[in-house]
């Protein structure tokens, strides 16, 4: 692996990948984690984007966001397309029909049902097969792009269109599908989760990934006014209380090696992170007992990781 | 195709490009998304610490570093979320309603 | 120079996969299409093509992973076969919008359920509105000869669209065949190298699949159609080029002692090889019979057809699927629909028949063409009905 340059707020990439005039929602935590991401890695790259908020908002014909080559095939294989992207550059490269020395980033972006649900298979598959690219995905836990349905990804006590609290429930009922760990196991050079909320981390981060040989996997956390119902001034605050909650803290994995990024002395009660949100208003004292407690066990056991495969 | 389209609805199925592609990267910059906008950010050059967490957070990349490394906020664009006057460390950034 | 090779036909297909040199095959074994991927994932391990081969986890992703290498510049091959193509299906119908010229092997096989390996049809009929080029073949030697020009076809800038190939599961892929093979030159003289009329690459930026707006898709559709009518004069083309070259040539409608025949049979696929036998016999108890080999399905060769059925009074088609709960099967449906015009001169029949690999036999073939002749007589088609089917 080349060395690669940090991005620090003197080093800022200057380059715009997505165009303005998307039509994302005003304050939209997941264009902002595309557009650092993208930024980051610069312009020799080709997307394959699953079917989605960042799909709809950025390609409504004739106004595309892209100014980079960008392919939307459907919703559940994002992971299989970049495959078949990454594939074609490896043998035309080999056949001399691409520049040898080129190196061309493939990304797929997935929201979090285009990942923890229906192209869960494909993004396992694409890991295993060990294809050179990237994989982020954008985590608003949520369907938000078909009006805030619940999905795998949605947290324990979330209320949604199709999880709502009502007087026999407080909403999501299940625990939110752990995709970083699951890329983990598919003993990938790296995996890492961020937030724009930590721009710099998430750039480097993406940076990285891009630049190891083999599959990588980015989870962020993309806050969603709309969807969690917020100001729309509020993504870049709640992206940093989740840090500091523990609900999602910032780690990576290299190599099985884990690396907690954004350390801190002591946790900030959940109960700071669940009131900014309308998504969780409806929650009492007993509930949020429940997600502090599985939020610390989470993080303990993190911590654990850290100290033993760190 | 030729990009601006001035009317979608005057694009023939000959003028289309394969597979309906759009072949000129970035287009959305015909899409004007200011008029979204019900308070438009304004930048007190004076305190600023040029700290670019307007430009970083913004999530339409609306907002550029000038030569002088002050930020400048593009209004065809910015759709007044709000998010550069909440995270400015300088606190310089004011929320001001449009005026209709 | 050409040699003539005894050989399964699935590796047949495979070695002409392989002499049109490829770059990206990616697939999911399904029976009774795995000899033709395992053959080329063996020649990919030997060195013998320089491919990438993507052993994917699902057909789903096959057809996904090709139209991302198709739309990345590569020569792209899957092959699938019964619920591997309904798995795909979503992909099949957005492969041909995207207009992405990826060259598909189907080793028709029955959907289920209940679950059936066999041969028949109903695979091919649950995707016959996808928008691909389609067409069958009959034996051995025309697979191997379809697959070559599919992909000049499929490549043809006036074309641009995807090429799919059927061939009867086991009845054509697992039988041992005399297959007449090209010559990597004369391939190469035959099929230029694949140009993409529109690529992903870095330096010409282009947007692959937006979204669809009410004010546009009736248009992106209207060009895709056009393009798939327009292509007939394009494999008509490239079929011809390839008869002159090597001297067999194919026909959008084949046909079988047509000429002064009254009433035909009509079959898709291995099935013409029985029913020339039927037609044979026919001819020896004095009847007028004839066969059409319908080979081109996608596009629906009108004129072709039109002429092929000029002469005739009755016609009965073996369908090899069920529509169900209307008139009859795909085909028959179809044919009365293209034959509108002469609806008071052709009776059509149509018979259900060879599902999931049940033997239809000469006798039975010659009974569709009794019961035809017996229609025509009282100047009235019967309804669809089941061949063979215990009652």
């Known amino acids: 692996m080349a060395t690669i340059e940090k991005i620090t707020a003197k080093k800022l990439p200057k380059e715009e990948i997505l165009s303005y005039g998307h039509r994302a929602c005003q304050g939209c935590g997941e264009l902002l984690s595309v557009r650092l991401i993208t930024k980051a890695i610069g312009p020799d790259m080709i997307i394959a984007n699953a079917t989605g908020c960042l799909e709809i908002v950025t390609s409504s014909f004739p106004d595309s966001a892209w100014r980079v080559p960008w392919i939307h095939v459907a919703f559940e294989n994002a992971a299989a397309v970049a495959s078949g992207v990454e594939s074609a550059i490896k043998v035309l490269k080999r056949k001399g029909k691409l520049p040898k020395d080129r190196n061309i980033t493939v990304l797929a972006f997935a929201g979090d049902g285009g990942t923890a649900d229906i192209g869960l298979q494909a993004l396992s598959g694409a890991l295993e097969r060990g294809h050179n690219f990237v994989y982020v995905c954008y985590d608003n836990e949520a369907y938000m792009n078909t009006g805030i349905q619940r999905s795998s990804s949605t947290p324990f006590g979330a209320s949604t269109t199709t999880s709502p609290a009502g007087k026999k429930s407080i909403g999501q009922h299940t625990k939110k599908k752990n995709l970083p760990e699951i890329a983990v196991a598919h003993g990938i050079p790296y995996v890492a989760t961020g937030c724009p909320a930590y721009p710099y981390d998430l750039m480097n981060k993406a940076r990285k990934a891009a630049a190891i040989e083999g599959p990588a996997y980015l989870h962020v956390f993309s806050p969603c006014p709309t969807g969690w119902r917020t100001l729309s001034d509020d993504a870049i605050e709640i992206g940093r209380l989740a840090v500091k909650t523990g609900v999602f803290p910032l780690y990576e994995v290299e190599n099985g090696k884990y690396k907690l990024n954004v350390k801190s002395r002591e946790l900030i009660p959940v109960e700071e992170y669940l009131k900014t949100q309308g998504r969780f208003r409806h929650l009492k004292e007993e509930h949020i007992k429940i997600i502090q407690e599985e939020v610390n066990k989470n993080y303990e056991l993190l911590l654990k990781k850290c100290e033993c495969f760190g | ?100 | 120079m050409s040699k003539r090779v005894g050989i399964e036909v699935s590796l047949g297909v495979s070695e002409a996969v392989k002499l049109c040199n490829a770059d990206v095959v990616a697939a999911y074994p399904i029976t009774p299409q795995t000899h033709i991927v395992e053959h080329l994932s063996e020649l990919v391990a030997n060195g013998e093509l320089d491919a990438e081969f993507v052993p994917v986890e699902s057909e789903h992703s096959a057809m996904s992973v090709c139209c991302g290498s198709s739309a990345t510049g590569a020569r792209t091959y899957t092959a699938t076969s019964s619920q591997g193509l309904a798995l795909m299906s979503e992909i099949v119908y957005i492969a041909s919008s995207m207009r992405l010229p990826i060259v598909m092997t189907v080793a028709d096989r029955s959907l289920s359920g209940p679950i059936s390996i066999w041969n028949d049809h109903t695979d091919a009929m649950s995707i016959r509105d996808c928008g691909w080029i389609q067409y069958f073949v009959e034996n051995g030697q025309e697979a191997f000869d379809a697959h070559i020009m599919a992909f000049k076809i499929a490549e043809d800038h006036r074309v641009i669209l995807p090429v799919m190939v059927h061939l009867d599961g086991f009845i054509l892929t697992h039988m041992i065949e005399p297959i007449e093979f090209l010559s990597q030159e004369e391939v190469n003289s035959f099929l230029p190298e694949f140009k993409p009329a529109l690529a992903l690459n870095p330096d010409k930026p282009v947007t692959m699949g937006p979204v669809g707006v009410p004010e546009i898709y009736t248009e992106v559709k209207k060009a895709q159609e056009v393009a798939l009518k327009n292509s007939k004069s394009v494999i008509l083309e490239v079929w011809k080029e390839f008869g002159d070259k090597f001297g067999r040539y194919f026909n959008p409608v084949e046909t079988y002692k047509i000429d002064d025949a009254e009433i035909a049979l009509l079959t898709m696929g291995s099935f013409g090889e029985p029913a020339m036998l039927a037609v044979d016999e026919l001819r020896k108890e004095g009847e007028k019979a004839g066969l059409i080999k319908l080979r081109l399905w996608r596009p629906f060769p009108i004129e072709e057809f039109l002429e092929a059925t000029n002469n005739l009074k009755g016609l009965a088609v073996v369908d090899r699927a069920i529509t169900y709960g209307t008139t009859g099967g795909p085909v028959a449906i179809e044919i009365r629909n293209v034959l509108y015009e002469k609806k008071d001169s052709i009776i059509i029949n149509d018979f259900i028949a060879g599902l999931a690999g049940r033997d239809v036999r000469i006798n039975q073939f010659k009974q569709m063409y009794y019961e035809t002749k017996e229609a025509v007589k009282n100047g009235k088609a019967n309804e669809y009905k089941f061949i063979g089917v215990r009652e």
């Open chain 2, 1 to 100: 195709m030729k990009w601006p389209i001035k009317n979608i609805n005057e694009i023939k199925w000959q003028d289309l490009e394969l597979g309906g592609a759009i072949t000129e990267p970035g287009t959305s910059k015909y899409y004007k998304t200011g008029d979204w906008r019900s308070f438009r950010p304004e930048i007190d050059r004076s305190g600023c610490i040029k700290c670019y967490f307007c430009y970083v957070f913004c999530p339409e990349g609306a907002i550029t570093i000038r030569e002088d490394g002050f930020t400048e906020i593009n209004y065809d664009y910015c759709k007044g979320c709000g998010i550069c006057a909440k995270e400015c460390k300088g606190k310089v950034i004011k929320m001001v309603e449009e005026e209709v």
